[in-house]
């Protein structure tokens, strides 16, 4: 089977692991503050907050801001946990349409920003660079927050900037499927002090901090959003590899773009993708269901491109919101058609051959 997901145990990952394990901290421990360190120093912010996985990550970055206002903008088109953040935050998700791209719509932002919103929620899904300059003109004129999903963009750079610096908070994950990996695990990264001590206390209950007067002193209502000091230490090791990460995985997507002639990770100027999956699209959703069956059956782990959260045939969860399919044509379009299929880096030449017969097969 060649794999979306997969996992990289290298030798600084064991010996930081065996680290951990003797010194007898596998909860909390010192890995935690050193895979925040270099995370925040490789994405170009000041702080960095590890959590337990990238949906607490979204939780968390919504909890840390919330005031009276209540609405979250978030793209029509995208996985479902981000949605599920903003709900699980106490908050209401306004949905937008995305661009041709796959993108949150800037166009959209503009129709439905009011007094009442208090954040811009895009996701640069799929490792494509959201209209990140535009969207932040938006939440400045507006005096709103922007928040950014970077769970499938580890490494995308706009005007060498890094996802996850450009708005006031970028959130990730550390899923398998996900550039690195640490089984579970998620960070969040700002440069705004104020957000990071809020995270620091929600991510552990509220407590008031780590002084041995304070720990059973709870100044916030949080949560229990810890990551452990095993998963940091494979994390602190692997910050050292992204940049060969996302190397392969663009080396990989030029490969089947050039086989295929798709254009999907086709850059815009000053955009840097870096690749989550390699998306195909079908004439219709039929066709798209086919493909995914045949695929599977010839041992290439494919999955359908996200959804559009609105449409109750795509996401029956979010049916109560009463939404009309057609109210988002480009989300139901990328809902309906697309799947993606694996470049992740440890494919090999043979496998990336293996993808473009079958992918050809399909059509």
Not at 330 to 345: E, I, K, N, T
Request: proline share 3%; charged share 25%.
């Amino acid at each position: 089977m060649i794999s979306l997901a997969t996992v990289e145990i290298t030798r600084d990952v064991k010996r930081n692991l065996d680290a951990a394990i003797k010194e007898g901290r596998i909860g909390q421990g010192r890995f935690i503050k050193l895979f925040e360190q270099k995370f925040a120093t490789y994405i170009g912010t000041k702080y960095a907050v590890f959590v337990s996985n990238g949906t607490v990550a979204d939780t968390l970055a919504l909890c840390a801001i919330k005031d009276k206002r209540n609405e979250v903008i978030v793209p029509a088109f995208t996985f479902v946990a981000q949605v599920n953040a903003i709900i699980h935050a106490g908050l209401q998700p306004v949905f937008v349409d995305v661009d041709t791209r796959g993108q949150m719509n800037p166009d959209m932002v503009r129709r439905v920003i009011h007094k009442k919103t208090l954040a811009i929620f895009p996701a640069h899904l799929l490792g494509r660079v959201a209209d990140i300059e535009a969207l932040k003109a938006l939440a400045d004129k507006h005096h709103v927050y922007l928040i950014e999903d970077c769970c499938e963009a580890l490494g995308a750079m706009w005007k060498k900037k890094k996802v996850g610096a450009i708005g006031d908070i970028g959130t990730f994950s550390f899923y398998a499927s996900h550039h690195i990996t640490t089984g579970e695990g998620g960070m969040i990264t700002t440069n705004d002090k104020k957000i990071y001590d809020t995270l620091v206390a929600i991510r552990n209950h509220g407590r008031k901090s780590d002084d041995i007067q304070d720990v059973f002193t709870f100044e916030k209502i949080g949560f229990n959003a810890k990551g452990t000091n095993l998963q940091a230490a494979i994390g602190a090791a692997l910050v050292d590899v992204i940049e060969d990460v996302v190397l392969a995985r663009r080396q990989h997507v030029s490969y089947l773009n050039s086989r295929l002639s798709h254009t999907w990770y086709s850059e815009r100027k000053h955009e840097r993708s870096s690749p989550h999956g390699f998306p195909v699209s079908y004439g219709d959703e039929r066709d798209r269901n086919a493909a995914l069956d045949e695929l599977y059956s010839a041992g290439i782990e494919a999955r359908k491109l996200m959804a559009s959260i609105p449409n109750p045939q795509q996401c029956p969860a979010y049916s109560f919101m009463k939404h009309k399919a057609w109210d988002f044509p480009m989300a139901d379009f990328f809902g309906s058609r697309w799947l993606y299929v694996p470049c992740h880096q440890l494919l090999r030449q043979k496998d990336l051959d293996v993808l473009v017969e079958e992918i050809e097969k399909t059509y």
